[in-house]
């Protein structure tokens, strides 16, 4: 009988990782290049514009510690506003990055190693902008340091009750563990540029940073358990930390805050907008530094396939805050969810599940899963969405207080918008910087996917 040639359908095929032929050597010359070159009048423009954002930021969080945060839109009993909401944003998005880097490794999904490089940088500089937020909403930041126990002559020693202060260290835990998880990650692709340089600057710079690196044996061995042993520990801080945020609102009193389902729904919430962020800067990348062959439509579609999954899920979390509000009988809870809905932010309410629920559910075709355009389109409303599920959660259920006399509608000020715009303009300002002077993807992670490529340190972490 005749052989004949069997189609197997799309969800059978084996994955395409890297796309075209790509040699070891020519996906050093193509991702290496872009730190030793000059940027181009693109990057120029871009950075400009977002340095100007940034700097405007700046001069707003200036002009308030000058005149303090009475220049904000906080009142009473509106105490926590834009500030908190930014920081729960910000934190939101460093989870993709961790998630995609570390969760992602321990399951051995390989079409994270393209990708993982961008994302881990995404999560440091969003951890920068959110805890830029805390500080300044403080009032005195000089004054920080009260903040952390330690024996003092004030007499004065934190609670260690107060979830604020579990922020405190659960977000600077997170801060470290991924920058040491990034920074790892980056040691063998600094010695590949150390090696390849001509300039005797960057030739110490890339040799003070790579720490020695040679790619021996040994140095695979202490890589790859180091490298574990981080992405385990990040791995639990995915899971803890934005559940310790979710805390700051879970354990009070305040109707709208008080529920269990919190800490999950956070997670969910912070996975669900943090991918969306690393697709729009993944498109821009992969179109400006022509990186198409590595940043491949296989790995657009899979990040878009958990956007859908995560809108879901957020859709389950808004169907369980209702259901909450009705089983209770709690007359305040049935006031504020009623709030959410249809009262003076009732609009914000509908933004939010538009944006988070109806309009992700246009990812179930593949067209907006593989095209820029309906990506891209799906990731902007899915970010607008969760920063205002942010300001539903806070503002909404503050504005009405427990007693009628203590109402007040809450608006912000310019300076809130400004100081919010600046914080988008450090990050996209960071992300620059990073695709100028560091390689964006991880090579010795990409080589052990091109087709008949062996890794050169018998395989370990890369499997």
């Not at 639990?236 to 389902?261: C, N």
Request: proline share 5%; with cysteine.
């Amino acid at each position: 009988m005749a052989s004949e040639a069997v189609s197997l359908p799309a969800a059978l095929r084996a994955p395409v990782l890297v796309e075209g032929p790509v040699t070891l050597g020519g996906l050093d010359d193509q991702v290496l290049q872009y730190p030793a070159r000059k940027p181009p009048l693109a990057w120029y423009i871009a950075f400009a514009i977002t340095a100007s954002i940034l700097t405007l930021g700046v001069s707003l969080i200036g002009y308030t510690f000058y005149m303090g945060i009475g220049v904000w839109g906080n009142n009473r009993p509106v105490f926590w506003a834009f500030d908190i909401i930014n920081f729960v944003f910000w934190v939101g998005i460093g989870h993709a990055g961790t998630l995609i880097s570390a969760i992602l490794f321990l399951f051995r999904a390989r079409w994270r190693n393209a990708i993982a490089r961008f994302a881990e940088a995404m999560t440091i500089f969003a951890v920068m902008c959110a805890g830029l937020f805390p500080l300044i909403h403080v009032g005195r930041p000089w004054l920080a340091f009260w903040l952390f126990p330690y024996p003092n002559q004030r007499a004065l020693w934190t609670n260690f009750r107060s979830p604020l202060l579990w922020d405190v260290f659960a977000v600077s835990t997170y801060f470290s563990v991924s920058l040491m998880f990034w920074y790892l990650g980056l040691v063998p692709d600094l010695a590949s540029l150390r090696d390849r340089t001509t300039s005797k600057v960057r030739r110490f710079l890339y040799t003070v940073l790579s720490l020695g690196w040679r790619g021996s044996a040994t140095h695979w061995q202490h890589y790859e358990k180091a490298y574990l042993l981080l992405a385990g520990l990040a791995t639990g801080l995915v899971l803890s930390v934005h559940s310790v945020v979710s805390f700051d609102f879970a354990v009070s009193l305040v109707p709208g805050w008080h529920m269990t389902i919190f800490p999950p729904y956070f997670v969910t919430g912070a996975i669900f907008a943090g991918f969306a962020m690393v697709v729009i800067v993944l498109v821009v990348v992969r179109e400006t530094m022509d990186l198409k062959n590595l940043i491949t439509t296989y790995h657009l579609d899979v990040m878009n396939k958990v956007i859908l999954a995560m809108a879901c899920l957020m859709g389950y979390a808004y169907v369980m805050e209702g259901f909450t509000a009705w089983y209770s009988m709690d007359e305040y809870l049935h006031h504020i969810f009623i709030q959410y809905i249809s009262g003076t932010y009732g609009w914000s309410g509908w933004l939010t599940i538009s944006c988070n629920v109806l309009i992700p559910q246009l990812l179930w075709f593949r067209w907006f899963r593989q095209r820029y355009l309906g990506m891209i389109f799906v990731s902007i409303a899915v970010t607008v969405g969760m920063w205002f599920e942010r300001f539903v959660i806070i503002v909404v259920s503050l504005h009405q207080d427990y007693l009628p006399s203590s109402w007040h509608i809450y608006k912000p000020t310019l300076v809130d918008f400004g100081i919010l715009l600046g914080s988008f303009g450090l990050f996209f300002t960071l992300v620059l910087l990073f695709a100028r002077v560091l390689p964006v993807i991880a090579t010795t992670e990409v080589k052990t996917i091109l087709p008949g490529a062996q890794p050169a340190h018998g395989g370990g972490h890369h499997d």
